[in-house]
């Protein structure tokens, strides 16, 4: 399985974002897609996750600003960031979980700053 994502860059606080990443390979059914963010010096924490069926859960810190969704057809999911503020700047990392593994993406930058 292979993940491709795209979509990260500079913003000022307030701006929007909106990040892809499509699912290649043997995928069969993947059970959830999400996204997961590394600032400089701190862990890796969740952000989204959508799991099959429809359920979603957010980091705390992102409900109402951020959108996760997933097109099963195009194996893809999404990331539409609004509203972002400079704590949201890090590395996001898309993820599956395909059959109990899961598969990570290669990164994209995400800058917030004026």
Same mark, same amino acid.
């Given at each position: 399985?292979?993940?491709?994502?795209?979509? $990260?860059?500079?913003? %000022?606080?307030? !701006?929007?974002? @909106?990040?892809?990443? +499509? =699912?290649?390979?043997?995928? #069969?059914? /993947? &059970?959830?897609? $999400?996204?997961?963010? %590394?600032?400089? !010096?701190?862990? @890796?924490?969740?952000? +989204? =996750?959508?799991?099959?069926? #429809?359920? /979603? &859960?957010?980091?705390?810190?992102?409900?109402?600003?951020?959108?996760?969704? @997933?097109?099963?057809?195009?194996?893809?999911?999404?990331?539409?960031?609004?509203?972002?503020?400079?704590?949201?700047?890090?590395?996001?990392?898309?993820?599956?979980?395909?059959?109990?593994?899961?598969?990570?993406?290669?990164?994209?930058?995400?800058?917030?700053?004026?």
């Amino acid at each position: 399985v292979q993940l491709q994502a795209s979509g $990260g860059g500079l913003v %000022q606080p307030g !701006g929007s974002l @909106r990040l892809s990443c +499509a =699912a290649s390979g043997s995928i #069969g059914s /993947i &059970n959830v897609m $999400g996204w997961y963010r %590394q600032a400089l !010096g701190k862990q @890796r924490e969740m952000v +989204a =996750a959508v799991i099959n069926g #429809g359920n /979603i &859960n957010y980091k705390d810190s992102v409900k109402g600003r951020f959108t996760i969704s @997933r097109d099963n057809g195009k194996n893809t999911v999404y990331l539409q960031m609004n509203s972002l503020k400079p704590e949201d700047t890090a590395v996001y990392y898309c993820t599956v979980l395909v059959r109990g593994t899961s598969y990570w993406g290669q990164g994209t930058q995400v800058t917030v700053s004026s």
